[in-house]
């Protein structure tokens, strides 16, 4: 595709492209200048639509060089202020010496999984077993991973990859998630869903890391992901839903508790402003 094809594509594509010429993409593909975060986006979408795959001109590299083109710190703005959250002194720390591990290959898997378990009995007054835990951890297709300093637990991220009619249950409040089995979840070869199950970390810091870990471990596995969800208990836990760009599904009243379930499309999740300005504007990163 020659400038001029992409351009009329561009205008055709969206409207904001309209004054968009050959000399103006020739900058931009140059590194000149740079279009301004919104159209970033449009233009992700585009290429990603194009392409039929999120992301398209970097899914295909390493996992690891992937979460290296991300502004770890800006998942923290992203996801705000949180009780989960803590204020643990990390900023003169070795960040390079914070390791994220799958739980599978963590020694500290039983301290994550112990954390997890109050966490989630806390935040949900839901029943929910060790044993069931434990189970979920073991499944390679669950995203469980720990957050490591010097062979410390720093801090954890937890997220089922539920079949589709299992996360439609989850979402309705219709699943009793201390009877989950190996038969509710979708293999890392299968069409899944993910359900955020629990996270904590003990600074901006590590829960940014481990979050990075996250988005690029599903940028990778997009192919294999439809949608991502959650279920919210706190004001503050609806504000990171909409922050991270899920929608309200539905709610429910019960044991003084009020539940909502917040959901949205892997592209939904991917293709932000907040992920873009990550992933392409390091001049922003106060990391950099």
């Known amino acids: 595709m020659t400038q001029s094809e992409l351009v009329t594509a561009l205008c055709v594509y969206d409207k904001t492209f309209e004054s968009l010429d050959t000399n103006t993409l020739s900058r931009w593909e140059r590194g000149v200048s740079k279009p301004s975060l919104s159209k970033q986006t449009l233009l992700v979408h585009y290429f990603s639509e194009s392409f039929d795959r999120i992301y398209p001109f970097i899914e295909q590299a390493e996992r690891i060089e992937i979460e290296k083109s991300f502004c770890a710190i800006g998942f923290s703005k992203m996801l705000g202020r949180h009780k989960l959250v803590m204020s643990f002194p990390c900023q003169h720390m070795d960040k ?5 591990k799958l739980i599978q290959d963590s020694h500290l898997k039983q301290s ?9 009995q ?6 929910l077993s060790s044993d069931t835990l434990q189970k979920m951890a073991n499944i390679p297709s669950n995203h469980f991973s720990v957050c490591e300093y010097d062979s410390e637990y720093y801090g954890h991220f937890f997220a089922l990859k539920l079949k589709p009619s299992v996360f439609e ?11 989950l089995s190996e038969n509710d979840i ?20 590590v829960i940014s890391i481990l979050w990075v870990h996250f988005y690029s471990w599903v940028i990778k596995q ?20 909409k922050n991270m760009n899920t929608e309200k599904y539905a709610s429910l009243e019960s044991k003084n508790r009020h539940y909502q379930s917040f959901r949205a499309t892997t592209k939904q999740m991917l293709i932000t402003d907040n992920v873009v300005k990550m ?4 001049e922003s990163c106060p990391e950099n």
């Open 169 to 179: 249950q989850a979402m309705n409040f219709l699943i009793d998630f201390n009877q």
């Open 186 to 205: 979708a293999k890392e070869d299968e069409l899944g869903n993910y359900l955020f199950f629990g996270f904590f970390g003990m600074s901006d810091i």
């Open 112 to 120: 994550a999984i112990s954390k997890n378990l109050l966490i989630f």
């Open 122 to 127: 806390e935040m949900y007054n839901l029943p």
């Open 279 to 282: 992933l392409f504007n390091p």
């Open 222 to 241: 997009q192919s294999h992901i439809l949608e991502m969800g959650a279920i919210i208990t706190s004001k503050e836990g609806e504000m990171i839903a």
């Open 96 to 100: 390079s010496r914070f390791l994220i």
